[in-house]
Antibody, heavy 123, light 108 residues
Framework: EVQLVESGGGVVQPGGSLRLSCAAS????????MHWVRQAPGKGLEWVSL????????YYADSVKGRFTISRDNSKNSLYLQMNSLRTEDTALYYC????????????????WGQGTLVTVSS | EIVLTQSPATLSLSPGERATLSCRAS??????LAWYQQKPGQAPRLLIY???NRATGIPARFSGSGSGTDFTLTISSLEPEDFAVYYC??????????FGGGTKVEIK
């Protein structure tokens, strides 16, 4: 059974930093791209970042580029999001999501999600 | 950035009725569009990928259609567990994946 468990959320002041983690199990972790997707309270979904299976390629939404860094440790089946220079608009539930592959082809959709970790940026 | 506009914002229907949800893209996304279902307090669930393909384990009452800029998610006969928020998502511009704003399907 695929499981994704996020941790590391909390309350932080504007300008502060947080590091989110996602522990993955139930699948061959380094075979899949992984994503972070966030959802502000009562709002819709926003894709944040993507990392390839081997960790060699990373991509970011414009809203977080230069402030957030995605990484992974395949030996630990773990995904990370380092968030610096946090803003009030970064307040959201942050989901770790597994990239979707079918018939040997990997697509930029998300087939498994964690339950999320809440980040609140407030003074 | 490709903007996805979903309509209506809220759909009020009764169990057993047919639901038709729309997603319009600001530019062509070919067939590279997915639909997700999200219930309160839960993570989203992938329903449909590449416009018309049901994901594993998704009931046949869910179907997707469309290409280019106009897409539809149809639920042929609403079950009580189908009342939720539905989002579309495009992968055509995979460097900037985007979601629609969502359609809430509520019980009338």
């Amino acid at each position: 059974e695929v499981q994704l468990v996020e941790s590391g959320g909390g309350v932080v002041q504007p300008g502060g930093s947080l590091r989110l983690s996602c522990a993955a199990s139930g699948f061959t972790f380094d075979d899949y791209a992984m994503h972070w997707v966030r959802q502000a309270p009562g709002k819709g979904l926003e894709w944040v970042s993507l990392i390839s299976g081997d960790g060699g390629s990373t991509y970011y939404a414009d809203s977080v580029k230069g402030r957030f860094t995605i990484s992974r440790d395949n030996s630990k089946n773990s995904l990370y999001l380092q968030m610096n220079s946090l803003r009030t608009e970064d307040t959201a539930l942050y989901y770790c999501a597994k990239g979707y592959c079918t018939n040997g082809v990997c697509l930029y959709y998300f087939d498994y999600w964690g339950q999320g970790t809440l980040v609140t940026v407030s003074s | 950035e490709i903007v996805l506009t979903q309509s209506p914002a809220t759909l009020s229907l009764s169990p057993g009725e047919r639901a038709t949800l729309s997603c319009r893209a600001s530019q062509s996304v070919s067939s590279y569009l997915a639909w997700y279902q999200q219930k309160p307090g839960q993570a989203p669930r992938l329903l449909i990928y590449d416009a018309s393909n049901r994901a594993t384990g998704i009931p046949a009452r869910f179907s997707g259609s469309g290409s280019g800029t106009d897409f539809t998610l149809t639920i042929s006969s609403l079950e009580p567990e189908d009342f939720a928020v539905y989002y579309c998502q495009q992968r055509s511009n995979w460097l900037a994946l985007t979601f629609g704003g969502g359609t809430k399907v509520e019980i009338k």
